[in-house]
């Protein structure tokens, strides 16, 4: 049995009478494990697809089966449950609360998880050693670089210990040697068994992922368009990770 | 996420925003601290009041007083025989619910003389000398008169302490304790010994005051325009003599019995059965009987007057419903200013809210996506808005003790505010409900905020 089981999904918006399809009969398996990177031009749908699999947002039809579990008919509380213990998010733009300190943002899911305050620092420092921060726990997001913004929001994902981490471009806001060391970071997560959906419009960054979808009006393409995308031209230092 | 770290998440959050804060909670504090001194200072003239109506004599006591003759009994207002000695002996003997029965004459038009100095006093009676029971009197110094003065129709008078400060001086001007036992005094052109003077009568908060040395005299203080409640400017305006005294020297009776010029004052003092008493005042013992009580004075007067109905009773129960009905429109008119003052503080409240969530959308978009749930959010919300109403409402309550005293300082009335624990439960209880009444719309609209839609909010 897959992870996550995605049947026949669609998202339809209603936007002044008009009828737009981001998502259109959309079917996918992930298994458990996988490095796989969702890929399309913005507007393809491809972010409406990982808020939908990742429970925040609710399908227009179809079933997405999420670790057992049939996620189109969960309450918005389930919904909050899964965010909060399946479910790990990296976004673009990272996302931590400015008015916490790096250690208390990494606490966070688990203060929703309700885990006692001195496991909780525990487990924060232990995430956040994965990300090489833990010297910085006491700062504010704002005192640190983009990258190390981008590496707690990971130490955040990654410390309720989920099923499944969603990456929504997450070097979309870093240069590219800091990108770089974030993918870095995702590869070798995915290499100590962790799965990780990642979503980018970039087919460089795409290109680390052993398993790519692509996503083109709401559809998931038939094949992926290699020359197009230029994915023949893998920079040596990723080609000699990816298998 | 537990309630604590929402508190702390609230407290936080307050921080941030310290002005904007502390405008918001201006109005909680405004709404709170004027609710506890509006209560402080109706509270201070209810005790102020009933501090009076005790010291008068109380709900026991009943005032009779001569009485416009009824329109179906116009025809035999001539044998109207008015409040006489025979009527206080009736009730002595015929009204077993009154307890106590005195007699009253008024000196009509008192002027004072001694010392080179005169004063009108409020009130120059004769009376007997169970009048101190009636009135709550107390001698500090000398003795009242008693029956052989009475019985003799002596010349002698206890006075209040204006009086004596009036005529002999104010011991607070004199630097000592002034008793002018033994002086004589003119009533009216007659000499009259002093032989008692009655303690001097004040407030409680006059009398704190006074012990703390917290007030200066002023000269206004011995005169009648002094400081103090009505009811005891009136009894340290007072002077008593014996009935029997007054009604020989003041009243135009002349003894009935003719005689000899020795007999003559023995025979008035056994006769004044004619003179026109001012009033009688009688003392009952249970005040849940005082209809009845009333009504068996009104019969035994009824037969001592004929049936005719030339008198009328006033009891201390409208002064009583007076100050209820004052208590309770104050409370009214005062509880719905400063309600409205925390309805505004309320409204200030949720208008912050709503701009906080507004300006929030993102961090609560975050909070969602990790893991947060609606009532997480609704939580969150509604605990700032709360921690800011509880914060503004403690701060009232301090600020109401400033209020207070300076309305204390300012107020018309001579009674100190009293600030009470109930006063301060319920301003405080209802700065916390206007807290969670105004955070509820702006908590719900937080928490019904989709994550995906804050998330995507710039």
Redesign the interface.
Known sequence: MALVEIRNVSKIYHLGGEEIRALDDVSLDIESGEFISIIGPSGSGKSTLM?IV?C??TPSKGTIKLDGTMIQDAS??QL??I???KIG?V?QFF???P?LTVLQNVE??M????IGGRERRERAIQALELVSLANRSKHRPSQLSGGQQQRVAIA?ALV?NPKIIFADEPTGNLDSHTGELILQLFRKLSTEGRTIILVTHDPEIAAITPRRIEIRDGKIADKVDETLAGLNRIKPAVASVSP | ??FW?AIVVGL?EIW?HKFRSLLTMLGIILGVSSLVAMSALVKGMETGAKEALVAIGGLQKIRIEPGEVPVEQRHLQDQAPGLTMNDVYALQASAPLVTKVSPEYRVPRPTIAANGKTFRPWVCSGAWPVVLELFEHEIAYGRMFNEIDEEQGRSVCVIGTNVRDELFGSPTQAGREIIPLGETLLINGQAFTIIGMFKHYETEQERKERELGLVQDTPARGGRRGRGNFVFRLKNGSIYIPLSTATIKFSNVTPQRGGGAASAAASAVGDFGAVQLTSIEVKIDDVSLMNASIQQVRNVLFSTHKGIEDFSFRTQEEWADNIETFVRNARVSGGTIAAISLLVGGIGIMNIMLASISGRV??I????????????VFTQVLVESVVIAVIGGLTGLVAAYGLVHLLGSLSPTENEPIVTVTALGVAFLSSVSIGIVAGLIPAFKAAKL???VA?RYE
């Open positions: 808020q990742g925040l947002d918005p509380r909050a449950a965010r909060n213990q998010f976004f996302n931590l609360l008015k966070l899911p203060v929703y998880g309700g955040r309720n | 996420m537990n770290n936080k941030a993102r961090e978009g975050i909070r969602k996506a990790i893991g947060a749930t609606t009532e997480n989709s994550p995906m998330l």
